[in-house]
Protein backbone atom coordinates (compact mmCIF):
# COMPACT_ATOMS: atom_id res chain seq x y z
CA UNK A 1 0.00 0.00 0.00
CA UNK A 2 0.88 3.66 -0.84
CA UNK A 3 3.49 4.77 2.27
CA UNK A 4 5.04 8.40 2.70
CA UNK A 5 8.97 7.78 2.54
CA UNK A 6 11.19 9.94 4.62
CA UNK A 7 14.60 10.84 3.38
CA UNK A 8 17.63 10.62 4.35
CA UNK A 9 16.99 7.37 5.74
CA UNK A 10 19.84 8.55 8.36
CA UNK A 11 21.06 11.70 9.86
CA UNK A 12 23.85 12.51 12.34
CA UNK A 13 24.31 16.37 13.64
CA UNK A 14 25.82 18.19 15.87
CA UNK A 15 23.95 19.25 19.40
CA UNK A 16 22.63 22.53 18.76
CA UNK A 17 22.01 22.74 14.53
CA UNK A 18 19.03 22.36 12.54
CA UNK A 19 18.07 19.11 11.80
CA UNK A 20 15.29 18.46 8.55
CA UNK A 21 13.75 15.75 7.58
CA UNK A 22 11.81 15.48 4.52
CA UNK A 23 8.44 12.95 3.34
CA UNK A 24 7.50 11.90 -0.15
CA UNK A 25 3.95 10.30 -0.61
CA UNK A 26 2.27 9.19 -3.90
CA UNK A 27 -1.84 9.77 -3.49
CA UNK A 28 -3.63 12.74 -2.60
CA UNK A 29 -4.32 12.88 1.34
CA UNK A 30 -6.43 14.86 4.19
CA UNK A 31 -3.94 14.86 6.22
CA UNK A 32 0.00 14.17 7.09
CA UNK A 33 0.88 13.27 10.39
CA UNK A 34 4.91 13.41 12.15
CA UNK A 35 5.70 11.13 14.74
CA UNK A 36 8.94 10.18 16.86
CA UNK A 37 9.82 7.04 18.36
CA UNK A 38 12.94 6.48 20.72
CA UNK A 39 14.87 3.28 21.17
CA UNK A 40 12.64 0.41 22.31
CA UNK A 41 9.50 2.57 22.89
CA UNK A 42 6.18 3.02 21.41
CA UNK A 43 5.31 6.28 18.45
CA UNK A 44 4.84 9.79 19.96
CA UNK A 45 2.66 11.70 18.15
CA UNK A 46 4.53 15.33 17.12
CA UNK A 47 2.34 17.21 14.85
CA UNK A 48 -0.75 17.19 11.90
CA UNK A 49 -0.93 19.25 9.64
CA UNK A 50 -3.97 19.01 6.58
CA UNK A 51 -4.23 19.59 3.39
CA UNK A 52 -5.22 23.49 3.13
CA UNK A 53 -2.62 24.11 5.80
CA UNK A 54 1.36 25.02 4.22
CA UNK A 55 3.12 25.86 7.46
CA UNK A 56 2.68 24.77 11.21
CA UNK A 57 4.67 25.23 14.33
CA UNK A 58 5.09 23.50 17.93
CA UNK A 59 8.20 24.26 20.25
CA UNK A 60 11.10 24.05 17.97
CA UNK A 61 9.47 21.66 15.43
CA UNK A 62 8.57 23.24 12.01
CA UNK A 63 6.69 21.23 9.80
CA UNK A 64 6.06 22.15 6.52
CA UNK A 65 3.74 20.06 3.35
CA UNK A 66 3.52 20.75 -0.62
CA UNK A 67 0.20 19.23 -1.64
CA UNK A 68 1.37 20.09 -5.47
CA UNK A 69 4.83 18.03 -4.95
CA UNK A 70 3.32 15.69 -2.32
CA UNK A 71 6.11 16.47 -0.16
CA UNK A 72 6.47 17.73 3.19
CA UNK A 73 9.48 18.13 5.82
CA UNK A 74 10.31 18.30 9.52
CA UNK A 75 12.61 20.98 10.83
CA UNK A 76 14.10 20.54 14.48
CA UNK A 77 15.81 23.90 15.41
CA UNK A 78 18.22 24.03 18.19
CA UNK A 79 18.63 20.31 18.75
CA UNK A 80 19.07 18.45 21.62
CA UNK A 81 20.32 14.81 23.15
CA UNK A 82 16.79 14.13 23.64
CA UNK A 83 15.99 14.81 20.10
CA UNK A 84 17.86 11.44 19.17
CA UNK A 85 15.04 8.81 18.15
CA UNK A 86 13.18 7.22 14.29
CA UNK A 87 11.00 10.36 12.91
CA UNK A 88 8.35 8.71 10.82
CA UNK A 89 5.69 10.58 8.64
CA UNK A 90 2.22 8.91 8.00
CA UNK A 91 -0.54 10.21 5.47
CA UNK A 92 -4.30 9.04 4.98
CA UNK A 93 -4.48 7.85 1.78
CA UNK A 94 -7.28 10.87 0.85
CA UNK A 95 -9.43 8.24 2.81
CA UNK A 96 -9.45 9.40 6.41
CA UNK A 97 -9.94 6.21 7.96
CA UNK A 98 -6.57 4.99 8.77
CA UNK A 99 -2.47 6.02 8.00
CA UNK A 100 0.14 4.41 6.56
CA UNK A 101 3.89 5.34 7.76
CA UNK A 102 6.81 5.44 5.90
CA UNK A 103 10.36 3.70 7.13
CA UNK A 104 11.67 6.47 9.44
CA UNK A 105 14.67 8.81 9.54
CA UNK A 106 16.79 7.96 12.68
CA UNK A 107 18.45 11.23 14.02
CA UNK A 108 21.58 10.99 15.62
CA UNK A 109 22.32 14.37 17.67
CA UNK A 110 26.15 14.40 18.48
CA UNK A 111 27.18 15.80 21.43
CA UNK B 1 -5.43 9.37 31.50
CA UNK B 2 -2.40 6.33 31.43
CA UNK B 3 -2.31 6.16 27.88
CA UNK B 4 -3.03 2.93 25.79
CA UNK B 5 -1.86 -0.14 28.15
CA UNK B 6 -0.75 -3.30 26.16
CA UNK B 7 0.48 -6.82 27.78
CA UNK B 8 2.70 -8.40 28.05
CA UNK B 9 5.76 -6.30 26.99
CA UNK B 10 7.53 -8.85 26.58
CA UNK B 11 6.83 -12.49 24.92
CA UNK B 12 9.16 -15.36 24.22
CA UNK B 13 7.70 -18.50 23.11
CA UNK B 14 8.00 -21.45 20.98
CA UNK B 15 6.84 -22.40 18.15
CA UNK B 16 3.27 -23.79 17.29
CA UNK B 17 2.03 -22.27 20.70
CA UNK B 18 -1.19 -19.73 20.89
CA UNK B 19 -0.22 -16.12 21.79
CA UNK B 20 -2.46 -13.62 22.43
CA UNK B 21 -1.45 -10.07 22.97
CA UNK B 22 -3.56 -7.36 24.89
CA UNK B 23 -5.00 -3.83 24.27
CA UNK B 24 -6.68 -1.41 26.68
CA UNK B 25 -7.12 2.03 24.41
CA UNK B 26 -7.58 5.59 25.95
CA UNK B 27 -10.94 6.03 27.59
CA UNK B 28 -13.07 8.26 24.85
CA UNK B 29 -10.77 7.06 21.53
CA UNK B 30 -13.52 5.14 19.34
CA UNK B 31 -10.99 4.02 17.05
CA UNK B 32 -8.08 1.34 17.73
CA UNK B 33 -5.28 -0.01 15.18
CA UNK B 34 -3.11 -3.06 15.19
CA UNK B 35 0.55 -2.51 14.14
CA UNK B 36 3.78 -4.70 13.65
CA UNK B 37 7.18 -3.29 13.54
CA UNK B 38 10.13 -5.53 11.86
CA UNK B 39 13.29 -3.93 10.58
CA UNK B 40 12.94 -5.26 7.48
CA UNK B 41 9.41 -4.18 6.56
CA UNK B 42 8.86 -1.41 8.87
CA UNK B 43 5.19 -0.64 10.92
CA UNK B 44 2.47 -2.57 9.39
CA UNK B 45 -0.94 -1.95 9.90
CA UNK B 46 -2.48 -5.03 10.42
CA UNK B 47 -6.11 -4.56 11.43
CA UNK B 48 -8.03 -1.89 12.40
CA UNK B 49 -11.40 -0.99 14.45
CA UNK B 50 -13.86 1.89 14.50
CA UNK B 51 -16.70 1.55 17.44
CA UNK B 52 -15.53 -1.92 18.22
CA UNK B 53 -16.33 -3.14 14.86
CA UNK B 54 -13.03 -4.57 12.27
CA UNK B 55 -13.27 -2.36 9.61
CA UNK B 56 -10.03 -3.57 7.26
CA UNK B 57 -8.20 -6.29 8.40
CA UNK B 58 -6.32 -6.49 5.02
CA UNK B 59 -2.91 -6.19 6.58
CA UNK B 60 -3.65 -9.46 8.85
CA UNK B 61 -1.12 -11.94 7.27
CA UNK B 62 -2.70 -14.92 7.06
CA UNK B 63 -5.39 -16.70 8.61
CA UNK B 64 -3.29 -17.93 11.91
CA UNK B 65 -3.68 -14.13 13.10
CA UNK B 66 -7.08 -13.01 14.59
CA UNK B 67 -8.05 -10.28 16.17
CA UNK B 68 -11.04 -8.96 18.27
CA UNK B 69 -12.51 -6.11 19.96
CA UNK B 70 -15.55 -7.46 22.08
CA UNK B 71 -16.26 -3.60 23.89
CA UNK B 72 -14.69 -0.20 23.78
CA UNK B 73 -12.27 -0.78 26.70
CA UNK B 74 -10.47 -3.59 25.32
CA UNK B 75 -8.89 -5.84 22.35
CA UNK B 76 -6.61 -8.74 21.74
CA UNK B 77 -4.27 -10.03 18.74
CA UNK B 78 -4.20 -13.92 18.94
CA UNK B 79 -1.59 -15.73 16.85
CA UNK B 80 -2.30 -19.55 16.34
CA UNK B 81 -0.13 -21.28 15.94
CA UNK B 82 3.31 -18.81 16.30
CA UNK B 83 5.70 -19.41 14.22
CA UNK B 84 9.24 -17.62 14.52
CA UNK B 85 8.84 -15.01 11.33
CA UNK B 86 6.13 -13.38 13.92
CA UNK B 87 8.55 -12.04 15.97
CA UNK B 88 8.35 -8.82 15.53
CA UNK B 89 6.80 -5.51 18.27
CA UNK B 90 3.48 -5.29 18.03
CA UNK B 91 1.76 -1.94 18.93
CA UNK B 92 -1.68 -1.05 19.89
CA UNK B 93 -2.51 2.54 18.96
CA UNK B 94 -5.87 4.26 19.50
CA UNK B 95 -7.23 7.54 18.21
CA UNK B 96 -10.05 10.15 18.67
CA UNK B 97 -11.47 9.99 14.76
CA UNK B 98 -10.14 7.86 12.53
CA UNK B 99 -6.93 9.70 10.82
CA UNK B 100 -8.21 12.94 11.54
CA UNK B 101 -6.41 13.10 14.92
CA UNK B 102 -3.18 11.85 15.68
CA UNK B 103 -2.54 8.50 17.49
CA UNK B 104 -1.62 7.67 20.74
CA UNK B 105 0.37 4.57 20.86
CA UNK B 106 1.29 1.63 23.78
CA UNK B 107 4.51 0.65 24.99
CA UNK B 108 4.06 -2.48 22.59
CA UNK B 109 4.57 -5.83 22.79
CA UNK B 110 8.43 -7.53 21.98
CA UNK B 111 7.57 -10.95 20.57
CA UNK B 112 9.90 -13.41 20.57
CA UNK B 113 8.85 -17.31 18.63
CA UNK B 114 11.55 -19.59 19.15
Known amino acids: SQQGEEDPQALSIQEGENATMNCSYK?????LQWYRQNSGRGLVHLILIRSNEREKHSGRLRVTLDTSKKSSSLLITASRAADTASYFC???????????FGKGTRLHILP | DAGVIQSPRHEVTEMGQEVTLRCKPISGHNSLFWYRQTMMRGLELLIY????????DSGMPEDRFSAKMPNASFSTLKIQPSEPRDSAVYFCASSRDRASYGYTFGSGTRLTVV
Open chain 2, 49 to 56: FNNNVPID
Open chain 1, 27 to 31: TSINN
Open chain 1, 90 to 100: ATDEGRDDKII
